[in-house]
T-cell receptor, first 115, second 110 residues
């Protein structure tokens, strides 16, 4: 299956711990996007990355959140010192970049629960 | 503020009828438009892309785009219970992102 992969699918963290969410884009895709979705709410853009570059992080909180997409390996969304308000579904999407740069394909998501 | 607006619903449609989902967007410079389907507890799935004014058909789905009116719609013919889901309209922004609407919940009545 060459789809977007995310792991873990479910993650439980206590307040103050760190959460690391991983995303492997679809084969051939070089653009990765992270979104957060709260229950009954829409998708909120967080960050857009290409290999080794953060292109746009305007949707990501300045504190506690960081993202990377290294030359080798998956993209990582890292949340430090988690709080209850971080509980949400986090989706990763990838796109080819050309000629249809905006067609994004989503992974299954990581459901983060902060206790 | 670039926005994508959708009626949140729920939109209830009898099985076998046509479901019509609508979306308006604010950025006149947008060139790419998408419809995603999201089942409860699942991730969004891309079902249609449209780039030019007019209609684009794919099976039971037809996307319609009117850039002058900044309006995009999705028609689902012969609606099935399995079409019950939330449908997200998405539009590209000039800065390489796509902006999602909050979605319309569709309920197909058996």
């Amino acid at each position: 299956n060459a789809g977007v992969m995310q792991n873990p699918r479910h993650l439980v963290r206590r307040r103050g711990q760190e959460a690391r969410l991983r995303c492997s884009p679809m084969k051939g895709h070089s653009h990765v996007y992270w979104y957060r979705q709260l229950p009954e709410e829409g998708l909120k853009f967080m960050v857009y990355l290409q290999k080794e570059n953060i292109i746009d992080e305007s949707g990501m909180p300045k504190e506690r959140f960081s993202a990377e997409f290294p030359k080798e390996g998956p993209s990582i969304l890292r949340i430090q010192q988690v709080v209850r308000g971080d509980s949400a579904a986090y989706f990763c999407a990838s796109s080819h970049g050309s000629p249809t740069p905006y067609e994004q394909y989503f992974g299954p998501g990581t459901r983060l629960t902060v206790t | 503020q670039k926005e994508v607006e959708q009626n949140s619903g729920p939109l209830s449609v009898p099985e076998g009828a046509i479901a019509s989902l609508n979306c308006t967007y604010s950025d006149r410079g947008s060139q790419s438009f998408f419809w995603y389907r999201q089942y409860s507890g699942k991730s969004p799935e891309l079902i249609m892309s449209i780039y030019s004014n007019g209609d684009k058909e794919d099976g039971r789905f037809t996307a319609q785009l009117n850039k002058a009116s900044q309006y995009v719609s999705l028609l689902i013919r012969d609606s099935q219970p399995s079409d019950s889901a939330t449908y997200l309209c998405a539009v590209n922004a000039r800065d390489d992102k796509i902006i999602f609407g909050k979605g319309t919940r569709l309920h197909i009545l058996p």
